[in-house]
């Protein structure tokens, strides 16, 4: 199953009031920012032996990032995390002058790698040049994708 954290609110209230238990194995959820309320009342209600949080914006094709969660784990921010990278990705967490900030300071997310990070917006150069820039840490002619969320590296490694 793959749903946005709102709607597992509602589906956790369903479920709730019938009493009943979902067979489900594994929940996927993504699209929205995904809070630590939603995941222990996953926990706690479904019972699942996976959670998935997945997250990635439409620019970087198919989710960049995921965070899986088994039970007895826990987090103490307000939202999960959204994770490590799927595939050949690049993250950086960068400041306004686009340094690369330490563990633990909050900053902007850029994206990048060769592999699935659009071309740009069509017929868009403008909105194209702001979000797509050239990637000074990857290799020449890379480009990385800014995000636009504020994220912060945790002592595990994950964002």
Do not use: H
Not at 36 to 65: D, H, M
Not at 110 to 126: D, K, M, N, S
Not at 144 to 151: E, K, S
């Amino acid at each position: 199953s793959c749903l946005p954290p709102s709607y597992a609110q509602q589906l956790l209230d369903w479920v709730e009031s019938q009493g009943l238990k979902l067979p489900v194995r594994s929940w996927t959820l993504g699209g929205e920012a995904f809070t630590r309320e939603t995941y222990e009342r996953l926990q706690k209600v479904l019972q699942p032996q996976r959670i998935i949080n997945g997250y990635g914006p439409t620019e970087t094709v198919v989710t960049p990032l995921i965070w899986e969660a088994y039970p007895g784990d826990s987090f103490e921010a307000a939202y999960a995390p959204i994770g490590n990278p799927v595939g050949p990705r690049s993250l950086y967490v960068l400041d306004a002058e686009l340094n690369l900030l330490p563990i633990g300071v909050a900053g902007e997310l850029y994206i990048g790698g060769e592999v699935g990070l659009a071309r740009g917006y069509f017929q868009r150069p403008e909105l194209t040049a702001e979000r797509f820039l050239p990637d000074p840490f990857g290799a020449a002619g890379e480009r990385m994708y800014r995000t636009g969320d504020l994220v912060r590296w945790r002592e595990d490694g994950t964002l």
